[in-house]
């Protein structure tokens, strides 16, 4: 089993929808939870990075950690075109850990005008 | 601009033949990382610098080779290249271990 599970899609919706990404995992030893953003041909770029559980909201993303069900989420509001791309959950263990991001194998989202 | 380059970007090389892809970063980052992307199975550390002269193995260090001599460069050696190396590699730079990872644009490799 891997220890971070992420649905690969594809993913395709209808431009202005809501989007929701999911990532499920198994070590309960992780504790900051990240999701990154890859273009076609590009390298991830950061997105989003949460600490422990909770919500946290920038823009049109929101992201959501529920440790005790090992789940995160990611939304994406009033959904474009230019959000087309692979959607990379990440997460790692405490600060100190040498070893750093466990990620997911990546959602792709195509947002049809 | 702060940017994490890679060269070269796209390689086709035969088994056994030794390459070298080169990685530097401009932030003047502590960590270093490589990472190998393939298809449903996301991206896997194959190692990580966490300061000059200091490097360590991630998921998949098999194969594979590095050094971290400059603070800012981080070459990715494959002393005998083989067909299951066929991959997308990328680097990554952060501060500290823990912080944001700046990516690299990917090199596309191709071994025959």
């Known amino acids: 089993q891997k220890e971070v599970e992420q649905d690969p899609g594809p993913l395709s919706v209808p431009e202005g929808a809501i989007v929701s990404l999911n990532c499920t995992y198994s070590?309960?030893?992780?504790?900051?939870f990240m999701w990154y953003r890859q273009y076609s041909r590009k390298g991830p770029e950061l997105l989003m990075y949460?600490?422990?559980?909770g919500n946290k909201e920038d823009g049109r993303f929101t992201a959501q950690v529920d440790k005790s069900s090992k789940y995160i989420s990611l939304f994406i509001r009033d959904s474009q075109p230019s959000d087309s791309a692979t959607y990379l959950c990440?997460?790692?263990?405490?600060?100190?850990?040498?070893?750093?991001?466990?990620f997911g194998s990546g959602t792709q989202l195509t947002v049809l005008p | 601009e702060a940017q994490v380059t890679q060269n070269p970007r796209y390689l086709i090389t035969v088994t056994g033949k030794k390459l070298t892809v080169t990685c530097s970063q401009n932030?003047?980052?502590?960590?270093m990382s490589w990472y190998r992307q393939d298809p449903g199975l996301g991206l896997r550390q194959i190692y990580y610098?966490?300061?000059?002269?200091?490097?360590d193995k991630g998921d998949v260090p098999e194969g594979y080779k590095v050094s971290r001599k400059e603070k800012r460069n981080f070459p990715l050696i494959l002393e005998s290249p083989s067909p299951n190396q066929t991959s997308l590699y990328f680097c990554?730079?952060?501060?500290?271990?823990?912080?944001?990872?700046?990516f690299g644009p990917g090199t596309r490799l191709l071994v025959l």
């Open positions: 990554a730079s952060s501060y500290r271990q823990w912080e944001t990872q700046y």
């Open positions: 070590n309960s030893a992780f504790q900051y």
């Open positions: 949460t600490y422990s559980s």
């Open positions: 990440a997460m790692s263990l405490f600060s100190g850990s040498a070893r750093q991001l466990t």
């Open positions: 932030m003047n980052h502590e960590y």
């Open positions: 610098s966490m300061n000059v002269e200091v490097t």
